[in-house]
Each structure stands twice: as structure tokens, then as C-alpha cells.
Nanobody
Framework: QVQLEESGGGLVQPGGSLRLSCAAS????????IAWFRQAPGTEREGISC????????YYADSVEGRFTISTDNAKNTVYLTMNSLAPEDTGVYFC??????????????WGQGTQVTVSS
């Protein structure tokens, strides 16, 4: 059974940091692209980062470039999103998703349940 489970969300002050985890089960990461999306209330879901180790590829949206880092621990079958210099506009529910082969804007087969990130003083 394929599953993705996010963790690591929470409440953080502006300028703070969080590390989100996306633990995969039922498949191995080496042949999948894993993306992070986020959705704030009243807004559309936004793709913010993606990793494909098979193609040595990393993607970051302009809104997070230079602040967020995506990485993989293949031994743990887990993808991380390290978020620094967080701002209130980073608030939202963060989802990880998986699709075969390359990072793309859509076509993700598997989704986690999401983890809430709130940036507020």
C-alpha cells in the first residue's frame, strides 16, 4: 500500500525555521519525483519544490528560492523540506506528493494528508 505521511508542521515566529518530513511507504523514492505543495485559506494550491534524485534535479518556486531546501534520505525513504526565514505568507497546509519519473507541475499519483504550518508572532 502506497502512503505518504507528512510531519513537522507547527507554529513558528517570523524569521524562524521548520523542517517538514515526508515519509514514503509502499514504494522507493529512487524512481519517483517528490514534490511539496502548499495551500493557504482562500488560495489555490501552489507547487513550491520538487526533487528527483534519479535525474539529480531540484526545483524551487520563486516564492521560496533561497529560503527552502529539499533533500532526500534514501535510507529512511523520506524527503525533507527545510524552511528558513519563514514569513507569515508561508502559512498554509503543506502536502507532499509523488509521481513516477520526473518533476512536473501536475500528474501526482499519491498525496499525503498535509501538515499545518503557521507563521505568526
Amino acid at each position: 500500500q502506497v502512503q505518504l505521511e507528512e510531519s513537522g508542521g507547527g507554529l513558528v515566529q517570523p524569521g524562524g525555521s521548520l523542517r517538514l518530513s515526508c515519509a514514503a511507504s509502499g514504494f522507493t523514492l529512487d524512481s519517483y519525483a517528490i514534490a511539496w505543495f502548499r495551500q493557504a485559506p482562500g488560495t489555490e494550491r501552489e507547487g513550491i519544490s520538487c526533487i528527483s534524485d534519479r535525474y539529480d534535479f531540484r526545483y524551487y518556486a520563486d516564492s521560496v528560492e533561497g529560503r527552502f531546501t529539499i533533500s532526500t534520505d534514501n535510507a529512511k525513504n523520506t524527503v525533507y523540506l527545510t524552511m528558513n526565514s519563514l514569513a507569515p505568507e508561508d502559512t498554509g497546509v503543506y502536502f507532499c506528493a509523488a509521481r513516477r519519473d520526473r518533476c512536473q507541475p501536475d500528474g501526482y499519483e499519491y498525496w499525503g494528508q498535509g501538515t499545518q504550518v503557521t507563521v505568526s508572532s
